[in-house]
T-cell receptor
Framework: IAGITQAPTSQILAAGRRMTLRCTQD?????MYWYRQDLGLGLRLIHY???????GKGEVPDGYSVSRANTDDFPLTLASAVPSQTSVYFC??????????????FGPGTRLTVL | AQSVTQPDIHITVSEGASLELRCNYS??????LFWYVQSPGQGLQLLLK??????LVQGIKGFEAEFKRSQSSFNLRKPSVHWSDAAEYFC???????????FGTGTQLKVEL
């Protein structure tokens, strides 16, 4: 079944540790995104990629990095986790056609707790 | 920069009653507008979207939304709510021709049986 997978489903992490959240899509979408969801704040864009080989910063990029080596994968790395990065992380993808009309499809999320 | 306001954090309705969830946006040009639904423990699913044309758009699960440029609003409606509609609803806006979404803070819908 086509879609987006994220791993792990949940993780408890000690502060200062490095963590990579994985995201893979099989819809051949050009664009991919990482959001964090926090109570009362909705979803906020962390980083995005319009096509393989390119990335951009979203609204809350500090403390996170991404790479886009190929179309399907878009990992999110926390180099040194801090408690404020405790959140639910969603990966999404969309086509990236000129003129918009780009519905984003979301993965099931990763619940991360940093202690 | 665009922004989205969902003034209602929580709404409770009885099953079978009508529903309207409010969404106001701020954007200088013609926006692309979306409503997503998130069931507990799940990712987001698109309900409907507006890009241009008819200002009343139909979505999945019996939802509809009306774009009112004069009020900068894109309210979501359903004539008769079902218990399975209990979820969190997010309004989002994207700049015309762009693909970066800005989400509202969400409205949590509770349905009383």
């Amino acid at each position: 079944i086509a879609g987006i997978t994220q791993a792990p489903t949940s993780q408890i992490l000690a502060a200062g540790r490095r963590m990579t959240l994985r995201c893979t899509q099989d819809m051949r979408h050009n664009a991919m995104y990482w959001y964090r969801q926090d109570l009362g704040l909705g979803l906020r864009l962390i980083h995005y990629s319009n096509t393989a080989g390119t990335t951009g910063k979203g609204e809350v990029p500090d403390g996170y990095s991404v790479s886009r080596a190929n179309t399907d994968d878009f990992p999110l790395t926390l180099a040194s986790a801090v408690p404020s990065q405790t959140s639910v992380y969603f990966c999404a993808s969309s086509t990236s056609l000129a003129g918009g009309h780009n519905e984003q499809f979301f993965g099931p999320g990763t619940r991360l707790t940093v202690l | 920069a665009q922004s989205v306001t969902q003034p209602d954090i929580h709404i409770t309705v009885s099953e079978g009653a009508s529903l309207e969830l409010r969404c106001n946006y701020s954007y200088g040009a013609t926006p692309y507008l979306f409503w997503y639904v998130q069931s507990p423990g799940q990712g987001l699913q698109l309900l409907l979207k507006y890009f241009s044309g008819d200002t009343l758009v139909q979505g999945i699960k019996g939802f509809e939304a009306e774009f009112k440029r004069s009020q900068s609003s894109f309210n979501l409606r359903k004539p008769s709510v079902h218990w399975s509609d209990a979820a969190e609803y997010f309004c989002a806006v994207a700049p015309g021709g762009g693909n970066k979404l800005t989400f509202g803070t969400g409205t949590q819908l509770k349905v009383e049986l």
